[in-house]
Structure formats: structure tokens, C-alpha cells
């Protein structure tokens, strides 16, 4: 299991966003997002993938814990957030 902790996330909202991001990714399955530690966890066939879940997170705005944290990233996880929220 893979673990990226990323920026941005506030609530089941953000993590549904997400999760429905990740799994786009063919190859990666059994995502996790925990909002109390602000956490992403997923299980991929290759190396090559994480870094593929790395840049889907970002362009989401979900940037890593030590990646720079723009306002365009910020805005974007807040339409994320939206999103997430009206597909509960």
C-alpha cells in the first residue's frame, strides 16, 4: 500500500473527489483517503502509477505535504470539495 499525504484536504467531500479521481487511474485500486490525517493510501501494479496518482492529485489540488501550495491549487480543491459534497 502506497501512502502520499497531501494538502488541501478538509473534508468526505475532498475524499470522495479523490478517490473517484484515483481510481480513474487504470492500475490503481483500493483507495483510502483519511481526512483526520490528511492522507491518501492506494495499491498500484507499478512505480510508474504513483507518480501518475502523484500529478492527478496535484492537478486536483491536492499538492503533496511538501509541494508548493498555489492559489490555483487551493481553488481547485475547494471546487473539488463542492463536487465531492453534491456526489454524497
Known amino acids: 500500500m502506497n501512502t ?3 494538502q488541501n484536504l478538509k473534508c468526505h467531500g475532498c475524499a470522495n473527489t479523490i478517490t ?3 481510481k ?3 492500475g490503481v ?3 483510502k483517503v483519511n481526512v483526520d490525517d490528511s492522507n491518501v493510501s492506494f495499491k498500484s501494479i507499478n512505480s510508474e502509477l504513483i507518480t501518475q496518482v ?3 492529485l496535484s492537478k486536483m489540488g491536492y499538492p503533496e ?3 508548493t501550495n498555489t492559489t490555483i ?3 481547485k480543491s475547494y471546487v473539488s470539495c463542492a ?3 453534491l456526489n454524497e
Open 54 to 56: 502523484k500529478a492527478k
Open 24 to 26: 480513474s487511474i487504470q
Open 20 to 22: 473517484k479521481g484515483i
Open 73 to 75: 491549487h487551493k481553488a
Open 29 to 31: 485500486t483500493e483507495v
Open 83 to 85: 463536487i465531492g459534497k
Open 4 to 6: 502520499l499525504f497531501i
Open 65 to 67: 505535504q511538501d509541494a
